[in-house]
């Protein structure tokens, strides 16, 4: 399933001279009408909202993509994501992000958040710097400071990120060259955890789940 993952990424990180950054990239729902998705992500989404480690464990494919060094299967998964204690883990809200942004079609299944296959970045750009305001209304503020004066009202903006020293506020570019600083949540990168998935056999499941390219 390692070769399924590098076969999908370059949809979302082949470099392409002729294709400028489009200004705003709303999530795409291309997935509905493949019988039994819809219910495999509302069971999907409760899992996440429930925080219920055996029945996410239950939703991968026995060799699901972990990681890009060679990490396989849900045992790998579960470390990975500290699901075997009984301590918080970072992927519920990460889970909850990623499935409220849409979902793609690729060649070999399906993908979330859709702008994994929407995105096609510039060439010669430098693609960690390049995030989606993943929000229908972000505001972008003259300072890092809450009661900082807005500038503008985002909605799915392209922008390039100037400022991440910050952590929870990152100063972000608009095409239009204005600048001003969101919320680190509102952004996310192309780059950054997208999930894979399969009907096998009559039943969905997630056959990968990584970041990086």
């Not at 909850?96 to 296959?117: H, N, Q, W, Y």
């Amino acid at each position: 399933m390692r070769d399924l993952a590098f076969r999908l990424l370059p949809f979302a990180l082949i470099a392409t001279a002729a294709q400028a950054y489009p200004l705003k990239l709303p999530p795409v729902e291309e997935c509905g009408s493949e019988p039994g998705f819809m219910a495999f992500r509302d069971r999907l989404r409760d899992v996440a909202a429930r925080k219920d480690r055996q029945a996410l464990l239950a939703m991968l494919a026995p060799d699901v993509t972990v990681n890009f060094g060679g990490g396989q299967g849900p045992e790998a998964f579960a470390e990975a994501w500290g699901l075997g204690g009984t301590g918080e883990s970072d992927i519920w809200p990460l889970l909850r992000k990623i499935l409220a942004l849409g979902c793609a079609v690729s060649d070999e299944g399906f993908v979330m958040p859709s702008l994994t296959i929407q995105f096609e970045p510039e060439e010669d750009d430098d693609f960690f710097d390049t995030f989606v305001v993943a929000s229908p209304a972000a505001t972008l503020r003259s300072a890092p400071e809450a009661n900082s004066k807005a500038i503008a009202t985002l909605a799915w903006d392209v922008v390039k990120a100037v400022d991440q020293s910050r952590g929870a506020q990152t100063k972000v570019r608009l095409q239009d060259g204005r600048e001003g600083w969101v919320y680190s949540e509102e952004l996310y990168n192309p780059a950054y955890y997208r999930m894979f998935l399969q009907n096998r056999g009559g039943k969905w499941v997630i056959v990968a789940f990584v970041a990086g390219d």
